[in-house]
């Protein structure tokens, strides 16, 4: 009895420490060693009780929780290395997968209605590409919810989830505000400053990911800098002035230095500031 409770303790240090990362193996072994000891069902069923729940999923695809998956397992690496099957690429891929790429096309055809707009100046082309933005986040909210509900992992699916959250949040939005009428030099480059600060942001995340503080369920802490998804504001924001007719030659504020060297629309700054909030790394949102 005291080699258990020896080692219960020293499993319920593994789980409780969020700064260290729990092999799975380790624990089933531990949970094996535990049946062995304790011969007999009502051995094995406290063994259950006391073995940490790690593969734990929501219930529903609509729960707030979200706790994390197991790691991809040397097979999926096999999957993706081996040259055994013809299309691995697409076979390998899982259903979450697929729904993040529905995330990026959203964001790509939400570009594409930006040029529509700018070649017809009809506005509805422009509220079509707000609503392809919209569409991308609800891609964005479901793939991690399928993934957990499923109980699959994706070797790929952090990568992908990047990538096309770049797209959808990151240079849908600037190809909008410059349709609508952010098209100066100095307009440019803060966009062009805006999408650089979503890579950058992006790319610290899959970085340093692992080095966030985590809660007893492994789950981060808090986001480090804002989240891609909060340009979503923006998006509504230059929805509103679509709707009221305030784009192009009406857009806010009008148009400072107009006609001379360094001309620019004082209503980019927002985008300025909200670049600089991306990869800022003193400011931390808590998670809900």
């Not at 070649?119 to 957990?148: E, S, W």
């Not at 009406?250 to 985008?271: A, C, D, M, T, W």
């Amino acid at each position: 009895m005291n080699s258990v409770r020896n080692r219960n303790s020293k499993m319920d240090i593994a789980v409780d420490d969020s700064s260290r990362e729990f092999d799975r193996s380790e624990l089933e072994l531990e949970f094996n060693e535990r049946i062995n000891d304790n011969n007999g069902e009502n051995g094995q069923r406290r063994a259950e009780e006391s073995l940490p729940s790690l593969s734990r999923r929501a219930s529903s695809i609509f729960s707030i929780s979200a706790p994390p998956l197991n790691p991809p397992d040397e097979t999926d690496i096999q999957k993706f290395t081996s040259d055994d099957f013809h299309f691995s690429m697409l076979r390998n891929l899982h259903l979450a997968d697929f729904i993040t790429m529905m995330n990026c096309f959203s964001g790509f055809y939400s570009i594409v209605s930006c040029l529509r707009f700018t070649l017809t100046n009809k506005p509805h082309y422009v509220q079509r590409a707000h609503f392809f933005i919209f569409l991308g986040m609800c891609f964005d909210f479901f793939d991690g919810k399928v993934a957990r509900l499923r109980n699959r992992s994706s070797l790929m699916g952090q990568e992908l989830d990047s990538l096309a959250d770049l797209v959808s949040f990151g240079v849908a939005p600037a190809a909008i505000a410059f349709a609508i009428g952010f098209q100066t030099t100095v307009d440019v480059l803060v966009l062009s400053y805006f999408v650089l600060c979503g890579l950058a942001r992006l790319a610290r995340f899959n970085v340093t990911v692992a080095q966030l503080p985590k809660d007893v369920t492994g789950k981060s802490k808090y986001f480090e800098g804002l989240p891609m998804p909060t340009t979503l504001a923006l998006v509504a924001t230059m929805a509103f002035l679509v709707r009221e007719g305030l784009i192009l030659e009406n857009l806010p504020f009008s148009i400072f230095r107009k006609g001379q060297y360094f001309e620019f629309h004082p209503s980019i700054i927002v985008f300025f500031l909200h670049g600089c909030g991306m990869i800022s790394k003193s400011l931390k949102i808590p998670k809900p």
